[in-house]
């Protein structure tokens, strides 16, 4: 089975950018690879999508105009670039990905954190 693993988390000043990579093990990634991310204290959420084949996107309102996902399908990578970095985004970010469109995302990875420094 494919297992997501992140990398490219770090510190950064609020107003910065990062660059994570989600990179599938084991196998290629499902239909559609996603990254989440859960802060301390709250649910994890959803940030955004991308489906491995088309590569049609779907954003969080909260990071739309900020994040953009990307995928390098010869390297079986996926990308969240994150600009205009807040406080707010701190979490840990997971990468996620799964089989079908009606189910749910069943390989996650470890998670990187991402902390905002004001």
């Known amino acids: 089975q494919v297992q997501p693993v992140e990398s490219g988390g770090g510190l950064v000043q609020a107003g910065g950018s990062l660059r994570l990579s989600c990179a599938a093990s084991?196998?290629?990634?499902?239909?559609?690879v996603g990254w989440f991310r859960q802060a301390p204290g709250k649910e994890r959420e959803f940030v955004a999508s991308?489906?491995?084949?088309?590569?049609?996107?779907l954003y969080a309102d909260s990071v739309k105009g900020r994040f953009t996902i990307t995928r390098d399908n010869a390297q079986n990578t996926v990308y969240l670039q994150m600009m205009s970095l807040q406080p707010g985004d701190t979490a840990v970010y997971y990468c996620a990905t799964k089989r079908s469109d009606f189910g749910s995302y069943e390989f996650w990875g470890q998670g990187t954190q991402v902390t905002v420094a004001s």
């Open positions: 991308i489906r491995w084949s088309g590569g049609a996107t």
């Open positions: 084991g196998r290629t990634f499902g239909i559609s």
